[in-house]
């Protein structure tokens, strides 16, 4: 078996051949303040597989993410600082953050994000949507069941 790893736009890309898996990873998906907008990745990936396919998405666990919220968070990467300032519309179901990373020579980089947060059973809704099937939910990689302290909810789905 041989690997073939291809990076694209989620939201056009299909192969020219449909492929056995296909992987969302990391807070890669939500990045549209609208279902509509964010089903299109999710016909993509359902586009890209061969019937059988298998679909992994990993998210925030939101129900996890409203309990343990923090609005602001340092971290050091190697010489890099990096603040992320965040806020919850509850209203909307959209999480904004501010990333600030400052250099050792003290120059500031600031970039916004926003993305949608899905609860697990709204997130496999939009996955039936668009037509898989044998959803289920995990708390991590190791195919723990997924609860409220799992940080992270991946979530497969099979293309019939």
Same mark, same amino acid.
């Given at each position: !078996?041989? /690997? ?8 056009? &890309?299909?192969? +020219? ?5 296909? #992987? ?7 990045? /549209? ?7 299109? !990745? ?5 586009? $890209? #597989?061969? +019937?059988? @396919? ?10 996890? /993410? ?11 990467? =190697?010489?890099?600082? !990096? /603040? ?7 209203? *909307?179901?959209? #999480? ?9 020579? =003290? ?9 949608? #947060? &899905? ?5 496999? @809704?939009?996955?039936?949507?668009? @037509?898989?099937?044998?959803? $289920?939910? *995990?708390?991590?990689?190791? =195919?723990? +069941? ?15």
């Amino acid at each position: !078996m041989s /690997l073939e790893l291809v990076v694209g736009d989620a939201f056009e &890309y299909v192969p +020219p051949a449909p492929c056995a898996a296909a #992987l969302n990873w990391w807070t890669s998906f939500g990045y /549209l303040p609208d279902d509509d907008g964010n089903a299109r !990745m999710l016909r993509r990936a359902f586009e $890209a #597989l061969a +019937p059988g @396919g298998r679909f992994a998405l990993d998210l925030p666990n939101v129900p996890n /993410l409203y309990q343990t919220f923090r609005p602001s968070e340092i971290t050091r990467r =190697g010489d890099v600082v !990096m /603040l992320r300032e965040s806020r919850i519309d509850v209203a *909307h179901g959209l #999480l904004h953050k501010l990333w600030t990373f400052v250099t050792p020579d =003290g120059r500031r980089l600031a970039r916004p994000s926003t993305i949608k #947060l &899905y609860t697990p059973d709204r997130i496999a @809704g939009l996955l039936a949507q668009v @037509g898989f099937v044998d959803i $289920a939910h *995990h708390g991590g990689v190791d =195919g723990a +069941p997924l609860d409220l302290a799992s940080p992270r909810c991946i979530v497969v789905g099979r293309r019939p």
